[in-house]
């Protein structure tokens, strides 16, 4: 079952001779539970399908489907909320909100959709990211690495159909980098979570379930793992 469907997406940037494609008449369809990993140099249009495929940004032309609702056609508020529901964002700067606790900031996206937070769920999260004893912690408090941390069980807090990974070890050294892989590759093994990864380090994806590897807004491969 594919949890993540786009057909014909497009995305340009500039006009006439200036005009980029970042995305470029792009298929792709993502299987419930998968691992997956977007690859390419800088400039290839990975964060930007990323964007696309989550949502934060519209294309210009093609469907995208999240959880087999179309989003391209919804308003402002309809695509926030489903965004909410369906979907986990990890960014490689963090965005953690400096006046919340680690406890608050991962329970952000249930305020915001206005829901009670299952704390036996949340509880489980602290755990499962290491970070139980930060929870009344500050962000400025924090390392890089717990800061990620924070951020991957914030994605998972809604219990998400897929979760989004911009770079995420883009702004931690190697070591803390590989920690926060082995994390996502928890949540994917252990939680059964779907998920959709950027990244330019092809030594910290070995994991994936497949990679998809994209030059000049074109998915030029696309492997399987065997």
């Known amino acids: 079952m594919a949890i993540l469907e786009i057909k ?3 995305k340009t940037y500039g006009r006439n001779r200036g ?3 970042a995305v470029n008449h792009i298929d792709l369809r993502v299987k419930k539970g998968s691992f997956t990993t977007i690859i390419g140099r800088s400039g290839s249009g990975k964060s930007t399908l990323l964007e696309i495929c989550s949502g934060l940004m519209a294309p210009e032309q093609g469907s995208v ?3 087999g609702v179309e989003i391209t056609n919804l308003n402002h508020r309809k ?3 489903l965004r909410r529901q369906k979907t986990g964002f990890v960014f490689q700067d963090f965005r953690l909100i400096d006046e919340f606790t680690v406890l608050e900031n991962i329970c952000v996206p249930l305020y915001l959709d206005r829901r009670e937070p299952d704390m036996q769920y949340i509880e489980m999260l602290l755990q499962a990211m290491s970070i139980r004893n930060l929870a009344n912690a500050m962000p400025d408090e924090l390392s890089g690495g717990e800061q990620q941390r ?3 069980a914030r994605a998972l807090a809604a219990r998400p159909a897929i979760v989004f990974a911009d770079e995420p070890t883009g702004n931690l050294d190697l070591k803390t980098g590989e920690e926060i ?5 928890y949540c994917n093994y252990q939680l059964g979570q779907t998920i959709l990864l950027v990244s330019h380090d092809l030594e910290l994806i070995q994991d994936s379930h497949r990679i998809i590897h994209m030059e000049d807004g074109k998915i030029i491969e696309d492997m399987e793992a065997e």
């Open 8 to 10: 014909d997406v497009v």
């Open 181 to 185: 892989m082995n994390l996502l590759d």
């Open 19 to 21: 005009k980029i494609w």
């Open 150 to 152: 924070v951020a991957i």
């Open 65 to 67: 489907k999240i959880d």
């Open 79 to 81: 695509c926030s909320e």
